[in-house]
Structures are given as structure tokens and as C-alpha cells.
């Protein structure tokens, strides 16, 4: 289950999920559906107008799914963690749903913030659960590991498996106006800069 499938992290996790032969299930605003069934996405569900977890439950039978990545935070964390299957995951690496500049950003994040789920080592055992957190920025001291995965990554790239997709490229002294379009939801894969 992949959400925000069509970001520039959905796409790449949709490529290693069909390579490794996952049956995927995304979520992503509606007009991102089209394009991310052409790039193999079994299941696309907009999030934005109906509740993403029951039609998760009912296209899996009630079993729910092996591996959730959840970027958005929060309450979010809460629902996922619900969609997995016995023995499943949830991978948590972002807090989108605390984003907005401002006032209201400060606002977002305590929301956010109180909304979190606690999970408990004896419940993840009873459960046959487990989540795990990835942080990018922490890993400064984790260069082999990383050139590691990179390294796979460009493989997947020079063999095809691994398709980057830029939506658009500013110049740099437009950056506020990437920025904004990031904001609105526009892009569909990577947004760069470019000199
Ligand atoms: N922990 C790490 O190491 C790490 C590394 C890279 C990225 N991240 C995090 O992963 C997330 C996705 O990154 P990305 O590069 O894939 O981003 P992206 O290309 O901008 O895509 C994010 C997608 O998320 C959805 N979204 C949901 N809430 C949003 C909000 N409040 N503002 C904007 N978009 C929102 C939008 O899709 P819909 O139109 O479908 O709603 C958007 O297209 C971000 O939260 C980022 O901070 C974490």
C-alpha cells in the first residue's frame, strides 16, 4: 500500500513493488489515477473524497496488506497500521499532513502531533505487527549503507525497472513558484530546479 503513489517517492516505491511482483495499492488524488495505472499501479483509491480504508479492506478480502508506507503522519499512522495484515509493516518516513507555512503550519503540526498513534512492544507482538521508521537526513553516518541502496537504485534505472518522472523543471529564481506548485498538489513525480 502505497500512499501518495503519485509523488516522486509513490512512483519509486511503485517501481520496486512491481518489481519484486507486490500486487500494489495506492493512494493518490483523482486526476493522478490515470497515469499511475499506466505505470502498473493495480489499485488506485482517492483518498481525498472517499475513506481509503475500507475500500483497502474490502479489495483485500479482509486481510489487509504485508508492507504500508505512510508519509502523511498523525492520524494517518493510526489507519495504516490498521490495513496491515498479520505479520505486515508500516514503514513511517514523512509528516505532509502537518505541511502549510505560517500560522497554521505551527497549528497543523500540533494537530498532527497529538493525533499520533503510541504503539506498544507487547501489542506489536499479539498483533503480529510492526512498524519501523525511515529518516534520510539521519543517516549522514551511514554513507556505505546508503551508496549501498543507491547503487541498486541506478541498476533498477539502467535497467528499466526504475523509470524517474519529472512533472517540471524552474529555474532557480523561480523556486517559490516550485514550491507553490508542490504545495497545490499539481505535480505528478519529481518537481527540479534547474539553473
Ligand atoms: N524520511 C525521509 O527520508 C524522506 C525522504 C524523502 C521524502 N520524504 C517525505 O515523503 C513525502 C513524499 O515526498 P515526495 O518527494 O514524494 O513528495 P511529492 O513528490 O511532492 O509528492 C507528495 C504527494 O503527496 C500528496 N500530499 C499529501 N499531503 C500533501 C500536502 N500536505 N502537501 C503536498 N502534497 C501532499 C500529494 O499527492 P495527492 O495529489 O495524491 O494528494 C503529492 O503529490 C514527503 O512528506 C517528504 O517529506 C521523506
Same mark, same amino acid.
Do not use: C
Given at each position: 500500500?502505497?500512499?501518495? #503513489?503519485? /509523488?516522486?517517492?509513490?512512483? #519509486?516505491?511503485?517501481?520496486?513493488?512491481?518489481?519484486?511482483?507486490?500486487?500494489?495499492?495506492? !493512494?493518490?488524488?483523482?486526476?493522478?489515477?490515470?497515469? &499511475?495505472?499506466?505505470?502498473?499501479?493495480?489499485? #488506485?483509491?482517492?483518498?481525498?473524497?472517499?475513506?481509503?480504508?475500507?475500500?483497502?479492506?474490502?479489495?483485500?478480502?479482509?486481510?489487509?496488506?504485508? &508492507?504500508?508506507?505512510?508519509?502523511? /503522519?498523525?492520524?494517518?499512522?493510526?489507519?495504516?497500521?490498521?490495513? &496491515?495484515?498479520? !505479520? /505486515?509493516? +508500516?514503514?513511517?518516513?514523512?509528516?505532509? !499532513?502537518?505541511?502549510?507555512?505560517?500560522?497554521?503550519?505551527?497549528?497543523?503540526?500540533?494537530? #498532527?502531533?497529538?493525533? !499520533?498513534?503510541?504503539?506498544?512492544?507487547?501489542?506489536?507482538?499479539?498483533?503480529?505487527?510492526?512498524?519501523?521508521?525511515?529518516?534520510?537526513?539521519? +543517516?549522514?553516518?551511514?554513507?556505505?549503507?546508503?551508496?549501498?541502496? +543507491?547503487?541498486?537504485?541506478?541498476?533498477?534505472?539502467?535497467?528499466?525497472?526504475?523509470?524517474?518522472?519529472?512533472?517540471?523543471?524552474?529555474?532557480?529564481?523561480?523556486?517559490?513558484?516550485?514550491?507553490?506548485?508542490?504545495?497545490?498538489?499539481?505535480?505528478?513525480?519529481?518537481?527540479?530546479?534547474?539553473?
Amino acid at each position: 500500500m502505497i500512499h501518495n #503513489a503519485g /509523488g516522486g517517492v509513490g512512483l #519509486a516505491a511503485l517501481d520496486i513493488a512491481k518489481h519484486i511482483g507486490a500486487t500494489t495499492y495506492g !493512494t493518490a488524488s483523482a486526476a493522478k489515477h490515470e497515469f &499511475l495505472k499506466a505505470r502498473g499501479l493495480d489499485q #488506485a483509491i482517492d483518498y481525498r473524497h472517499q475513506d481509503w480504508l475500507p475500500v483497502l479492506i474490502d479489495l483485500t478480502k479482509g486481510r489487509g496488506v504485508e &508492507l504500508v508506507i505512510d508519509p502523511l /503522519g498523525g492520524k494517518s499512522w493510526k489507519k495504516s497500521y490498521r490495513a &496491515l495484515r498479520a !505479520t /505486515g509493516r +508500516m514503514g513511517v518516513f514523512g509528516m505532509s !499532513t502537518a505541511s502549510a507555512s505560517g500560522i497554521l503550519g505551527k497549528l497543523r503540526a500540533m494537530k #498532527a502531533l497529538a493525533q !499520533t498513534p503510541r504503539f506498544h512492544p507487547l501489542s506489536l507482538m499479539n498483533r503480529n505487527k510492526g512498524v519501523f521508521g525511515l529518516n534520510l537526513g539521519h +543517516m549522514w553516518g551511514e554513507g556505505e549503507k546508503v551508496s549501498g541502496w +543507491m547503487r541498486e537504485i541506478m541498476n533498477g534505472v539502467a535497467e528499466g525497472w526504475i523509470r524517474p518522472h519529472v512533472d517540471r523543471a524552474f529555474p532557480f529564481d523561480q523556486v517559490a513558484d516550485a514550491h507553490r506548485y508542490i504545495e497545490a498538489r499539481k505535480n505528478i513525480g519529481k518537481v527540479v530546479l534547474v539553473p
